[in-house]
């Protein structure tokens, strides 16, 4: 017997490749070989090539799409889901989430909080996600043993906190981190200085030089709220964007997440330097940050991809609740329906995210020769009936219960919404054990 041409073939209803905005294939499929989409078939060719297959999956029901791209995220933080509500972002950091994360963050929180993110995000059709939190190698092994693909964002911070106790020593201890796991496939490490209120130029500085040198991306709340624009002018005389250009910070390395407060001169620097943003629709909602000026930056020319934020302050890390947001939230900030249509919504989900990633050649989008991280979303709900056009669906009606299946690499990590690297079980015993710790050290 030869050896079949294909891994596995997956045939599908439906097929959204994300190249060409609205395009919806029939009856499809795609042919997986070696971790990697070695063709797109149409219905005839996927009929014949079904004999060459290892495996074959047929989804009568389902829409095939390129796995989300989570672009802001601090996965560790399901662990504080639910811990502080309905506060401002300076409120919550300096009063509730700080202080809880100097007690209780350690390399086991934070493995066993992105376990549990990862399994919730696999759940809802995400494939990679750019975090950004403390505990480095803790992150990655979380990462690896999910099948996520992870980006690694080391926070660099001027303040001690439980991980670090200067700029330097975060430093130092992003790179210790990342030694042993150079050349891991999934895994990347990216510098995250927290924010332009918690970091010196000097720090900046020392970023902008590393990762040139190491070239490594960067990760960095900017702009987020009207407080930290007016304590920047107030400290440096400054609005953060223009300090940040003055540093040298803003490149196409840059994934900037919220950017809310924006003047249309500060979107145009965005665009020109090539600056990719991170727009978190939930969390700016939640904490009543504002509304990012998503069309403009758009229309620009602004790489925009979208991001949950940690499940502290959204409180879900459900990608399409996110990018029904982004939709929505374009319309009800512009007064224009057109604004951010979901075709638009869909892109920023999946290519924009990973173009900001650098790793749009490899993912977010379904072509041959790109690596098989795919999604199934089962459409046969009642909640999506009738069905005129499948990317409406995607978009503005099916839940993240309906994703059925979630491929990277082309191994499959969730299969008729059973994990398959990760125990719910175990993981919900887990949550259990650090939610009675916790209120434990509390009381
Ligand atoms: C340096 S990353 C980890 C650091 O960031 C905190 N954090 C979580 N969400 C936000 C946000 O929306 N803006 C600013 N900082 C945030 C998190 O609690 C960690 O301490
Ligand atoms: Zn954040």
Known sequence: ??????????????????????????????????????????????????QHAAQVHTLDHHVLMPGLVNLHGHSAMTLLRGYADDLALMDWLNNHIWPAEGKHVSDAFVYDGTLIAMAEMIRGGTTTINDMYFHHGAVARAGIASGV????????????TGYGQNADDYIAKALAERRAFLGQERVDFVLA?????????????????????????????IHETAFEVESSVAEHHQR??????????????????HMVHLSDDEIELAARHGVNVAHNPASNMKLASGIAPVTKMLAAGVNVGIGTDGAASNNKLDMLAELRLAALLAKVGTLEPTAVPAATALRMATLNGAKALG???KVGSLKAGKQADVIAIDLSALETAPLFDPISHVVYAAGREQVSHVWVDGQCLMQERELTTLKTDDLLARAEDWRARIQARNA
């Open 1 to 50: 017997m030869p050896a079949p041409r294909y891994d596995a073939l997956i045939r599908a209803r439906w097929m959204i490749t994300v190249e060409n905005d609205g395009e919806v294939l029939e009856n499809h499929a795609l042919a997986l070989k070696d971790g990697k989409i070695a063709a797109l078939l149409c219905p005839a060719d996927a009929t014949e090539a079904q």
């Open 149 to 160: 693909r992870t980006f690694v964002g080391c926070s660099i911070l001027e303040f001690p």
């Open 193 to 221: 200085p927290h924010a332009p209120y918690t970091v010196s130029d000097e720090t900046f500085k020392k970023v902008i030089t590393l990762a040139e040198q190491e070239d490594m991306l960067v990760h960095c709340h």
């Open 240 to 257: 953060p964007l223009a300090r940040l250009k003055q540093l040298g910070l803003l490149s196409p390395r840059l994934t900037a997440a």
């Open 359 to 361: 790793i749009d050649d």
